[in-house]
């Protein structure tokens, strides 16, 4: 890292020093310093090094609040560890606060007074945003997005070349009256897509085309903003995370859909449904759910009907940290999987409890720290294993890719599918 100049101190000094509400105070000094949380972390479990406990990272950004923020804090620092936001200082934090948290937030739900140690490890991604000190191949993810419209840069034309070729094999098995419709207006979803599918995983787009077909949806994906991904909610940049999320909703508006289906990516469904209107200050003109609840209405509906017996493998489900702990979806993902497959067994523990897979917060994007990443995924890989289970479903493909890694890393021998795929398999068409 090169030498810190006094212009990017002073911009996330001042970023600090202009807080919108007491938040960020409230859970700086909440903090007791128990140690409850250690154990909660994988990067903890994983390393058993004290400078991965969540609460040392909480300790970063609040010894730099008291160095600036407080007065006994700027007359004597050493009375209260405060801290003076130097090369050091930021080199702690990019290590910290980018190299070693997913931002899964399970430290949350085990700290004992609920300090929101993910949004603190947030605001200091965002001090470090400021400073221009995001992590070169993060950013390089965020800059294609708003560069190209996906963030993996894929061009129009390959694009639709994928789709179409996604067509056919969808209307060899449903007949030619299935379609995977692009740009067209007036649809009641615009569907969006994590650029993996077209990229590595094409399949799983026809797996939501057949149930599109057999629910007779009126839908459509925009090939200009078809990405359902945000890396701007990890790079801590506020203004890239408003920019994309910006652009989806306009597109929603422009093909005039009535509803925003977010396809399967845990961060993807957090950045456009619960922080999108944030980011944009308004609510939404038109519906926004995830893809899970959308084929959940459909089974409840009788829009589609499934036989489980067509998925005989033992099954277990890996819950997306931003689905399941920071959205909820805990009992929406099971009643799927149940109508779905005859055998189901859940890891230990699971739902909002359950370890993340290892690939969050930014982690698949960011090669500075792969070692690390597929490091903490043995705890998840351990999960899997002790199940038995020959088939892993998980509604996100970021959690995919990083499964499929743990999967040959550590000799699992298991199948990763989506919640469309597992479905699709099961579907009974008419």
Not at 119 to 124: A, K, S, T
């Amino acid at each position: 890292m090169e030498k810190l100049t006094t212009e990017q101190i002073d911009k996330a000094i001042q970023l600090l020093k202009m807080r919108p509400d007491s938040k960020l105070e409230t859970h700086l000094n909440a903090c007791v310093h128990c140690g409850l949380c250690a154990e909660s972390c994988m990067y903890y479990k994983t390393m058993h090094d004290d400078k991965y406990m969540p609460a040392r990272k909480v300790e970063l950004v609040a010894a730099l609040y008291r160095k600036y923020c407080t007065l006994t804090g700027r007359v004597a620092p050493f009375l209260v560890n405060a801290r003076p936001l130097d090369d050091k200082m930021a080199e702690e934090m990019i290590d910290a606060l980018f190299g070693a948290c997913t931002m899964c937030g399970r430290c949350v739900k085990h700290c004992s007074i609920g300090v929101d140690i993910a949004y603190i490890v947030h605001f200091g991604r965002r001090m470090l945003a400021a400073m221009n000190l995001v992590p070169a191949t993060l950013q390089a993810t965020v800059d294609a997005a708003l560069q190209t419209g996906n963030n993996m840069a894929i061009p129009t034309d390959d694009f639709v070349d994928t789709i179409q070729w996604m067509e056919e094999d969808l209307q060899d098995e449903c007949g030619p009256e299935a379609r995977i419709p692009l740009n067209e207006t007036d649809k009641n979803i615009l569907y969006t897509l994590n650029p993996r599918e077209p990229k590595f995983f094409p399949l799983s787009i026809v797996a939501m085309a057949k149930i599109f077909y057999a629910a007779k949806e009126s839908w459509t994906i925009s090939t200009h903003m078809y990405d359902v991904t945000n890396y701007g909610l990890f790079s801590g940049n506020n203004e890239h995370a408003k920019r994309i999320a910006q652009r989806l909703h306009d597109e929603v508006l422009n093909k005039h859909c009535k509803m925003l289906v977010l396809g399967e990516c845990g961060h993807g469904s957090r950045a456009n449904r619960w922080e999108g209107p944030n980011y944009l200050q308004q609510a939404y003109e038109f519906e926004t759910i995830t893809v899970v609840e959308l084929i959940n209405s459909y089974i409840r509906e009788g829009r589609i009907k499934l036989d489980k017996s067509l998925n005989q493998e033992l099954v277990t489900l890996h819950d997306p940290c931003n689905l399941v702990r920071n959205g909820g979806l805990v009992e929406e993902l099971r009643f799927t999987i149940n109508q779905a497959v005859t055998n189901f067994k859940e890891m230990t523990p699971h739902g909002i409890d359950n370890f993340c897979c290892g690939g969050g917060g930014g982690q698949l994007a960011m090669s500075e720290y792969n070692e690390r990443r597929i490091a903490i995924g043995e705890i998840k890989a351990n999960q899997i294993r002790n199940t038995g289970a020959k088939v892993v479903v998980t509604p996100c493909h970021n959690c995919v890719d990083q499964l499929m890694q743990l999967n040959s890393t550590y000799k699992l021998n298991v199948k990763i599918k989506t919640i469309a795929e597992v479905v699709a398999d099961a579907l009974v068409l008419e």
